[in-house]
């Protein structure tokens, strides 16, 4: 009897601890979400720019402080 429970909670730990471990699905999806629209606006953002001129940027460093930006606003500012 000893032996079933301390299976059952050995069994019970390590479902926790998978469940904790491994991103869901959905979470997965969130980024996937994030990473194509973050290269759709790199894309806009250098298809915007001057191309006569020689221009260096980080489109991830540029949506970086967008989204610093739209988190530290609030109320009316953000929308």
């Known amino acids: 009897m000893i032996n079933i429970s ?3 909670t050995l069994l019970i730990l390590r479902t926790a601890v998978e469940s904790i471990a491994n991103p869901k ?7 996937q979400k994030l990473a194509t629209a973050n290269n759709e606006f790199a894309f806009n ?5 001057d191309s006569s001129q020689n221009v260096f940027f980080s ?3 540029v949506s970086t402080v967008f ?9 009316g500012t953000a929308e």
């Not at 699905?25 to 980024?31: A, L, W």
């Open 6 to 8: 301390l299976f059952l």
């Open 25 to 31: 699905e959905k979470e997965q999806g969130h980024i």
């Open 45 to 49: 953002l250098l298809r915007k720019l």
């Open 59 to 61: 489109p991830f460093s």
């Open 67 to 75: 989204g610093m930006l739209f988190y530290g606003a609030r109320g």
